[in-house]
């Protein structure tokens, strides 16, 4: 049976006055001028992200790049410095605005380039190697937009608005550590909003932060050999026992409810030392994802019973030697959505509306996280261009169209330092 096309539905009457806002906005003739200078400066951009990735800077060991980094704001006249969790900070004008708009991007990867050579150009264009899209990408957009705001003149209003971060501890158990010692700042309630540059893809604004769980599961016992010591409780049949009993009982849960997306993964697995030894020891690390914190606290909730099952299996028996086990948070990442109404929203639509970019709303972890839990308004967007294989040593970025993820940038933040005045705040 022929399936009828769908209607395409007209766009709000908002949204169509925000596109004819921003197209005003976008013809003045210093952003005009900016939004040139980013295709003049291809090649300089281009090159800035290569040297950058060349400084490996994996979670909790992010300071050369950071060193690197400020030094590269201070060359461009930007007041920058690193704060005690190691995060950069630079204004212009030796203080931010009172209420500043924060731009940010994450300096950590999840792998590292043990030579600089691991990262380099293709005769494809591409860039590849460890980090060269998350967050590369959100990195060079971060510099460019720095000097961009030194070189064109008349952007006065728009460069004492900005806090630029480059933060650290946002990949893996990090924890989203450098974004949280930044929200306690004590002027962090007059910020205006957090745009955070996390990747390079335009077809997404997240806008609502996927809570999630990390946990450590150990077991440990006596250990011994594979025949004289059989009947030894062993830790990797318990760890397997409790993986078994979470799975099932996850996937039923899952299955059952309609709240929402969520996810569990055992990322890691270790236990042993050799084929024919009983292992002292075992364990597993575990991230849980949901959009519904209700259904992020019942899967947390089957953790305990699944060790528990675990337990009970390899100590059934009449033992002297007994397994123990413990669970550990590795980390807990925070909830929250940015409402439909929001003027940052509403001004990242219009501006993708003017650019003629389809995106979508959509819900992921990122920095963005810690803001939007605490109320205050924060996207994460990607910075343009193209990437793929992230989180894997397969990873690369393409720039090939990256201006018009800078020009996204750069009219989003004009536009709400200019509401911003208006609105006399």
Not at 29 to 58: H, K, M
Not at 328 to 355: C, F, M, N
Request: glycine residues 10%; aromatic residues 6%; charged residues 20%.
């Amino acid at each position: 049976m022929a399936t009828q096309p769908k209607t395409l539905l007209p766009p709000p009457s908002w949204l169509s006055s925000e596109s004819r806002r921003i197209a005003q906005l976008a013809e003045e003739p210093a952003l005009f001028d900016a939004q040139r200078w980013f295709t003049r400066e291809r090649a300089w951009i281009n090159e800035q992200q290569l040297q950058l990735c060349r400084i490996p800077a994996p979670t909790f060991f992010e300071q050369a790049r950071a060193e690197w980094f400020r030094d590269q704001l201070q060359a461009f006249g930007w007041a920058a410095k690193l704060d005690r969790a190691g995060n950069v900070l630079a204004v212009l004008g030796g203080e931010s605005s009172q209420r500043p708009l924060v731009v940010s991007a994450h300096l950590d990867t999840v792998y590292a380039p043990v030579r600089p050579e691991e990262v380099y150009y293709g005769g494809d264009g591409r860039l590849f190697g460890p980090g060269v899209s998350d967050n590369g990408s959100g990195l060079a957009a971060l510099l460019a937009l720095a000097r961009v705001l030194t070189e064109v003149s008349a952007l006065d209003e728009l460069r004492s608005a900005l806090l630029l971060v480059a933060n650290v501890g946002e990949e893996g158990e990090g924890n989203l550590n450098g974004m949280r010692y930044l929200c306690q700042m004590p002027q962090l309630p007059a910020v205006e909003a957090f745009v955070v540059l996390d990747g390079p893809s335009t077809d997404h604004i997240t806008a609502q932060a996927l809570a999630s769980r990390r946990y450590e599961i150990n077991f440990s016992g006596p250990g011994g050999h594979s025949w004289n010591d059989y009947g030894t409780p062993n830790p990797v049949h318990a760890l397997s026992e409790a993986i078994s009993f979470f799975i099932q009982n996850g996937d039923a849960r899952m299955a059952a409810d309609h709240r929402g997306r969520c996810s569990y993964n055992f990322g890691i697995i270790e236990g042993g030392s050799s084929i024919n030894s009983i292992p002292a020891s075992a364990r597993a690390k575990l991230d849980l994802r949901a959009e519904e914190p209700e259904m992020l606290e019942e899967l947390s909730n089957l953790l305990t019973p699944a060790v528990e099952r675990g337990l009970e299996r390899e100590n059934r028996a009449e033992r002297t030697q007994r397994l123990n086990a413990k669970i550990k948070e590795l980390g807990s990442r925070p909830g929250g959505k940015l409402p439909d109404e929001s003027p940052l929203l509403r001004t990242i639509q219009g501006v993708d509306a003017y650019l003629n970019i389809r995106s979508r709303i959509d819900c992921a972890s990122t920095d963005a996280n810690v803001p939007l839990s605490m109320g205050v308004p924060a996207i994460s967007i990607g910075a343009g261009g193209q990437g793929g294989g992230a989180h894997t040593n397969q990873e690369w970025y393409q720039p090939e169209g990256r201006e018009v993820g800078l020009r996204r940038i750069l009219l989003t933040l004009a536009s709400l330092a200019e509401q911003n005045r208006v609105h006399g705040s």
